[in-house]
């Protein structure tokens, strides 16, 4: 009784997706839904098979996947770089800051016609465009996480000898996580988001692209099968980085296991 | 030892009763010292020696400066005038320790590793896990050594932070209100751990505080400041092991009291 109780705690955010499935086609069985408007999911299981047995589904996950992480190591790692400099010395946010911020409000997806004009429809268009969005949510987020760490911490590890890195490693660092991984999850939806968007406008492979194709030849059922992959991909990322949370925030009393 | 309290009779003697008293060496003496932050003076020319292994009382109302001059002592921040003079250790660096009103522990380190953080640059790995084992055993906290910070009790923390304080067997220790956050309960009980374990490791105590009756409960002299200025320097010379409530005690209280708020309205 008790790990029945369990399984639906740990599980109860998905009976609804399931819920909605289940409708869905019930409504295309019964004709309610027509077929062009939204095909049943029984046809995008269908579509699904089919394309998973060309090889064709797995290449362009694949494709995306790599593109996604490319940009998200770029993007993420010179985002992280800035919000420590900038937490940790003042100069470097007095010469950097008001710059990064006012790039901040342009949104990136504007560049697109710039980046095509660029770089064409080839790789770096994609790898720039999801390295400037993962830029900033990672930024922005370090450089709170590092400001917001309790001075009176600070001041405890100075009075007990620590050096600056010391200091770093075991008092700003840490106490920035938190922030930090808020970030990282950020990150990862703007990360998907911007892929699809630039796979979809510009590119010859990719889960965009297969979803474009799709469209000029009425293959609907493709269509959704490409959305329902990003979904199930955006989760995925997600669920990674809150076990990833869970591993480095044991500490914190909001990530308490039992 | 004769040395060291030859080079501190070198400075101008201000205070020449408690310089020939018989209590031991220095453990470090203020001459003249003064802060004031912009226009406002805080301290003003304030002459004090404390002895080692003395325990000593800071107490006043609020902003009277005493967290100043704990701060000063400590070393976390330099006087605008006059000069603090530490003894040298026998043993080379004298350690001052600071406990403050918050345990301030490290929420990400398990318990004995905030302890081991009182023993950063002097031991490290195997050796300092031993100490600060040892340590949180006097505390009474050794079967909690391996326990997130959160979830301990207030009173808990702040005997984690004293194991701190303590692991690297300081000789000053600065303790600037760190029971004051606590219930009445719990503060007895650590005030009663505090004199425990200061009377086995014989660090000198500076102890700042706004409970007149904790300052007589376990100093051996207490120190009121009003306005900058050190008002009052009262020896309490009653034996110890103290209890609460006893007479002399409540008589050296009194006297403090009418001290702070002038004859007459001490039992207001």
Known sequence: ?258 | MTLTVTSLRSAPDQAPSIEQSPKGPIAFSLRGIGKSFGDKTVLDSIDLDVHEGEFVAVIGKSGCGKSTLLRLVAGLDQPTSGTLTHSPDTAGATRTRIMFQEPRLLPWARVADNVAVGLTGISKGKAAKEQALAILDEVGLKDRAGEWPYVLSGGQKQRVALARALVAHPGILALDEPLGALDALTRIEMQQLLERIWLKQKFTAVLVTHDVTEAVALADRVIVIDGGRIALDLDVSVPRPRRHGSSELARLEAKILDQLFGTGSARA
Do not use: C
């Not at chain 1, 290449?59 to 490319?70: E, K």
């Not at chain 1, 190591?73 to 992280?80: A, E, K, N, Q, T």
């Open chain 1, 1 to 258: 009784m008790l790990t029945i109780k369990r399984i639906l705690n740990d599980n109860v955010g998905w009976v609804l997706p399931i819920l909605i499935l289940a409708g869905w086609e019930a409504a295309s069985r019964l004709g309610i839904m027509s077929e062009n408007v939204l095909p049943a999911p029984s046809a995008v299981a269908e579509a699904f098979w089919r394309l998973l047995l060309t090889g064709e589904l797995i290449t362009n996950i694949g494709v995306s996947t790599l593109r996604a992480l490319a940009g998200f190591v770029v993007g993420g790692s010179i985002g992280f770089a800035f919000g420590l400099a900038n937490g940790v010395s003042s100069l470097s946010r007095g010469v950097t800051d008001t710059t990064l911020q006012m790039i901040r409000n342009i949104p990136h997806l504007a560049l697109i016609p710039l980046v095509i004009l660029w770089f064409g429809i080839d790789e770096e268009a994609k790898l720039f465009l999801v390295a400037l969005g993962v830029f900033f949510p990672i930024y922005v987020n370090t450089l709170l996480g590092i400001q917001g760490v309790d001075p009176q911490l600070v001041e405890m590890g100075r009075t007990y000898g620590m050096s600056r890195r010391q200091l770093f490693s075991r008092v700003i660092l840490p106490g920035a996580l938190p922030s930090i991984f808020t970030g990282l999850r950020y990150a990862l939806g703007i990360m998907w988001l911007t892929l699809i968007v630039a796979e979809t406008i510009a590119s010859s492979s990719g889960l965009g692209y297969m979803a474009m194709q799709a469209r000029e030849f009425l293959l609907i059922d493709v269509v959704v099968l490409s959305i329902l992959i990003y979904a199930l991909l955006g989760k995925l990322a997600d669920t990674l980085a809150r076990l990833l949370e869970r591993g480095f925030l044991q500490w914190h009393p909001a990530f308490k296991t039992a």
